[in-house]
């Protein structure tokens, strides 16, 4: 404890600090690699997404996404998930590249015949080796922890990957929400 409480200005200045480095990050993010990304996963008979910790959450987010679009996905690790083969598409997210139950569930899914996607920030990396072609993100210095900031901005791009995969689909808001669970 600092020994004072946290004020509205301290709140305001944390949130134009992360407002600003995802900001910085999206702006400095190459958007062209965004239509091969669209390509892969529309190519794809079914699409697998691993990540962990806040790297796995942005993936949910975009395995969500997905399947309202239409596309059969699972979240590795789940209890249900099918048999990975030829075929299929993997999604491994770590921003090091690194993390060993991604870089160990691509290298399943690679001996099974399934393309590989890293999505990751740039350098050599196990991952980054198995994969068929990589999704980058910009290397960013940040004030917040860890990799808070690749996660925040992965979760970002997941979700501008998914409304040009609805564009291309030529789905409506409508269509998706069909979707959408009905358990709430």
């Known amino acids: ?41 529309l190519a794809a008979k079914r699409v697998y997404i691993a990540g962990q910790g806040r ?4 993936g ?5 996404r997905l ?14 998930v099918p048999a990975v083969s030829d075929g299929d598409l993997f999604i491994g997210i770590t921003a090091s590249g690194t993390t060993s139950t991604t870089v160990h569930q691509a290298q399943r899914a ?4 399934t393309r590989i996607i890293a999505v990751a920030l740039p ?12 999704l980058l993100l910009p290397r960013q210095a940040s004030d917040q922890h860890a990799t808070t900031a690749f996660c925040q901005a992965a979760q970002l791009i997941f979700d501008t990957t998914c409304r040009l995969v ?15 669970t009905n358990f709430e």
């Open 110 to 113: 690679k001996a099974a015949g």
């Open 1 to 41: 404890m600092t020994g004072r409480a946290v004020t509205a200005d301290d709140a305001r200045d944390a949130l134009q600090v992360v407002h600003g480095e995802v900001s910085a990050l999206l702006a400095a993010f190459d958007v062209g690699q965004l239509p091969t990304f669209v390509a892969e996963l």
């Open 67 to 80: 399947m309202h679009n239409g596309l059969t996905t699972y979240v590795v690790g789940e209890i249900a």
């Open 60 to 64: 949910r987010g975009l395995a969500q």
């Open 123 to 134: 350098g050599d990396s196990p991952l980054g080796g198995l994969a068929d072609w990589s």
């Open 55 to 58: 790297s796995g959450l942005a």
């Open 166 to 180: 609805q564009q291309e689909l030529g789905l409506r808001d409508e269509d998706l929400h069909q979707r959408h």
